[in-house]
């Protein structure tokens, strides 16, 4: 049953990467007053499946001085990192219980840099190098200060199980708590996924699409999924810890859309981030503030123990 819930679960995220890829072609049209794809199907409902088929079915190039084998791996361990990580959805009835959830989590999205490292480095071309380096560290020093926002947020819970959140939201969502956190998280999540306004690693203008610029066919198709996977997962995420958790509920899903459209919305509404201002805003801001609320929360904890 767990390799069945599991599979389904993965399918079920993979058909939902591409519908994401068409609700943002199709929210970014409106946003700059033209259609989006509306052609295949009806309403455009079948472009997904059409754009699949046609990277699947593409020929595969590769740079004639890339590391072969590197280049060929790093698509398919980004990928593999982004299906794992959709074992840590909380699921009142499953096989498997992520007590430590919250470790594995941080430990699979530090994991994330090296594919983009592994896949910039291995084309072999100043533009893919360029672009991966600034990606590697947007991604670290990002991550301290989402991993200290989750520590407060876990601090709640008594708990490193993201399930937790079920229970303990069950009358006032966490958010109300946290209004500030809140959106130092959202934040941060756009600098992980690494979306606009903070879309350093594939700056068109002047990266020439960064790290993936060499990648064609399939391999540019994985890097594609992974990233709206992880698109997806952290908007599950930020539901999960700040919006409620609750998971029999339809509700939970609308607002798990509403998520993955203010990610596609900021796209269309905010010009790209200059890079040192970037940099300031984790270190100066998000991390001071986090650290704040880290040291506030754990010392109600002590005084609530004692």
Known sequence: MFMVNYLFLVIMVLVSSG????????????IQLRKGPNKVGFMGLLQPFSDGLKLFFKEQNFPYMSNFLIYYLSPMIMLLLSFTLWCLMPQLFNIYGFDLGL????????????????????????YALLGCLRAMAQVISYEVSMALIMIC??????????????????????????????????????????RAPFDFAEGESELVSGFNVEYSGAGFAFIFLSEYMNIIFMSMITVVMFLGCDLLSFFFYSKLVFIIFWFVWVRGTLP????????????????????????FYALVLCYLLL
């Open 153 to 194: 947020m876990f601090i709640f819970v008594f708990s490193y199980n993201f399930l937790e959140f079920f229970y303990y939201q069950s009358g006032v969502w966490f958010l109300f708590f946290s209004f500030p956190l809140f959106f130092c998280w959202l934040l941060s999540c756009l600098a992980e996924t690494n």
């Open 103 to 126: 470790l594995f989590f941080l430990s699979l999205t530090g994991m994330g840099v090296y594919g983009v490292m592994l896949s910039g480095w291995s084309s072999n071309s100043k």
């Open 272 to 295: 790209r981030f200059r890079y040192d201002k970037l940099m300031n805003l984790t270190w100066k801001m998000f991390l001071p503030i986090s650290l704040i609320y880290f040291l």
């Open 19 to 30: 519908f994401v890829v068409l609700l943002e072609r199709s929210v970014l049209g409106y």
